[in-house]
């Protein structure tokens, strides 16, 4: 069983700058990508950044130039680096792992609990 657990979130003015982390706790696995979602209030859940294990990296086109995914292997964690924040940034924000056992073909999925982004003056 592998848990995220996610720190960082907050309130923050326009134009502020937040760091969310993401920690896999577990052993046994290999994670094969981590990544970012967001999810405003009515709206569905959207991907913002991901990383996977070779290090190439994808961003919601909303988000480029301004957030920053980064990982560390050694640790299983993931974090988020967003800078230049808008209003429109405010949301949950939600770690997500996909991992595979060792000694196993099938992926697995995991969530974080979710962390309050909230951009506003």
């Known amino acids: 069983q592998v848990q995220l657990v996610e720190s960082g979130g907050g309130l923050v003015q326009p134009g502020g700058s937040l760091r969310l982390s993401c920690a896999a706790s577990?052993?046994?696995?290999?994670?094969?990508?981590m990544a970012w979602y967001r999810q405003a209030p009515g709206k569905q859940r959207d991907l913002v950044a991901v990383i996977y294990s070779g290090g190439n990296t994808n961003y919601h086109d909303s988000v480029k130039g301004r957030f920053t995914i980064s990982g560390d292997n050694a640790k299983n964690a993931v974090y988020l680096q967003m800078n230049s924040l808008k209003p429109e940034d405010t949301a949950v924000y939600y770690c997500f792992a996909d991992v595979t056992p060792f000694g196993k073909l099938q992926n697995y999925r995991y969530w974080g609990q979710g962390t309050q982004v909230t951009v506003s003056s």
């Open positions: 577990g052993s046994g696995f290999r994670v094969n990508a």
